[in-house]
């Protein structure tokens, strides 16, 4: 019997295959069995915080254009509320709109987007057991598309918030709405982007994601794996109206920052400087000496300004803001917003090449503390809004809201409230904007009467409103 002799070296060589191949097949084994626990538990998360959310419903007493097959404008970049028409017919006399909100706390505060509930007559919150409770709007930041809205119920499931600022690019996000009005709608993705700066929005660093979202989504809240809500859906890109793979959320420590504020009824008090910027490119840097593009180049100064005041020049560059790097013009504006009124910043800039750092006292951006709060109806039917200083001016008051639309058969018209009013003045308290009324009126007894001061026409009187009786739910 012949016997085949294996040398030393091919016995070697054949060890050392065997062993390699068996490392290899261990290694992806080991790969492979790894793989399925990195993926996040979607099912988990989506059972524990859907209770969180609810869907909107909001009617308005206009007249608006038909909408057909149900087809979107087709803007680029647009918030995307959705508008339904059941009966098909045009022109719609109280158009509906749907749209998705977060509990923000146990006692009845929901938090959405502005654009959800601008100039709506009447607000219906859909929980996820199946109640529907009305709802008042507490005030609205159309800069940031946060709105903050109220319903009479205790004891909700609200959502656990964040911290946005963690983000980072790569994770995992879950958003939860009702796009098409299909509630509890969940869709999963990534972070693809942070501090996003859009086209008019100088005001929200945006979470980018690649998270389906479409009309209904609006408003909705944007979850991170641990189940804390990191941002309220926004706005999507897109050119037919439909997800295209890029949205767009609030970050929710600026959301949260202005709803608090709007729960004040105080208004909202924005960060100014007094400045005009542009973004920087490389033949503009090479033109300031500078060796590469980066930060906002200052292109005016307002007289009488922070800036101006602080010494700021046209032509400086500004690199930092209050510890903060400023790598391009859009970024400055939120940072500046952001920073609280009266309170003193650092801001590091370059100036023919050199860096210095000046100190600055941040101003009040005025146009923007009264204008604050979208118009709103209520239980007494009526939709006011807030004036502008020049508003005020021209209609020769300190402080009031503007009536703009008086539902028949309501409360406000029974008190003969007449649109173009100016409520002044609640129950002996001076109304200052749309929030402090819709507090006030929360506030009232129902069934009571209340005195409310109104201006018409260069005059002014008093009539007597009805508080409906309060709602069960």
């Known amino acids: 019997m012949a016997i085949h002799v294996l040398s030393r070296r091919s016995v070697n ?8 191949s068996i490392g290899f097949l261990m290694l992806a084994s080991a790969r492979l069995s790894a793989a399925p626990a990195q993926l996040p538990d979607f099912e988990q998360l989506v059972e524990t915080q859907s209770s969180a959310v609810v869907s909107i419903q909001t009617r308005r007493a206009v007249s608006a254009q038909p909408t057909g097959s149900g087809q979107l404008p087709p803007e680029l970049l647009r918030r995307f509320h959705n508008f339904q028409d059941p009966r098909g017919r045009s022109p719609r006399p109280t158009p509906q709109g749907q749209g998705s909100g977060v509990i923000a706390s146990a006692d009845g505060y929901i938090m959405t987007n502005a654009h959800v509930v601008d100039g709506a007559t009447e607000i219906i919150v859909h929980l996820d057991d199946q109640r529907e409770l009305p709802a008042t709007l507490v005030g609205a930041d159309k800069h940031t598309d946060i709105a903050i809205l109220k319903v009479e119920a205790s004891e909700l499931p609200a959502a656990k918030f964040g911290n946005s600022d963690a983000l980072r690019v790569g994770q995992w996000v ?59 859906n926004s706005q999507i890109f897109s050119g037919t109206g439909g997800y ?207 005195p409310i001061l109104v201006q018409r026409r260069q005059q002014i009187q008093f009539l007597a409103l009805k508080v409906p009786e309060k709602q069960a739910g």
């Open 13 to 20: 060589a054949t060890a050392i295959l065997s062993v390699l």
């Open 174 to 232: 879950l958003a939860i709405g009702a796009p098409f009005g299909l509630e509890q709608t969940a869709t999963q993705g990534i972070v693809s982007a942070v501090s996003r700066s859009l086209p008019n929005d100088n005001y929200v660093p945006f979470i980018q994601t690649d998270v389906a979202v479409n009309p209904g989504n609006s408003g909705g809240p944007l979850f991170n794996l641990k189940g804390e809500v990191i941002g309220i």
């Open 244 to 450: 295209m793979g890029l949205s767009f959320a609030v970050p929710i420590n600026l959301a949260s920052n202005i709803a608090e504020q709007l729960k004040t009824g105080k208004g909202i008090e924005r960060g100014w400087l007094g400045i005009s910027i542009q973004d920087m490119d490389q033949t503009l840097a090479e033109s300031f000496g500078l060796d590469s593009p980066a930060g906002a180049l200052v292109s005016a100064v307002t007289p009488d300004s922070p800036a101006a005041r602080a010494k700021l020049q046209a032509g400086d560059v500004i690199v930092e803001f209050g510890g903060q790097p400023i790598a391009r013009a859009a970024e400055l504006p939120p940072v500046v917003a952001s920073t609280a009124v009266n309170s003193n910043a650092n801001i590091k800039i370059l100036r023919a090449g050199k860096a210095r750092t000046i100190k600055i006292t941040v101003g009040l951006l005025e146009t923007e503390k009264l204008a604050v709060s979208a118009p709103q109806s209520g239980p007494f039917g009526v939709v006011v809004s807030d004036m502008t200083r020049e508003d005020r001016t021209k209609m020769g008051v300190e402080n009031g809201v503007r009536v703009d639309q008086v539902e028949p058969g309501k409360s406000a018209a029974a008190a003969g409230l007449q649109p173009q009013d100016i409520i002044v003045a609640f129950n002996h308290h001076p109304i200052d904007n749309v929030a402090e009324l819709a507090k006030m009126s929360r506030e009232s007894k129902p069934g009571s009467t209340v």
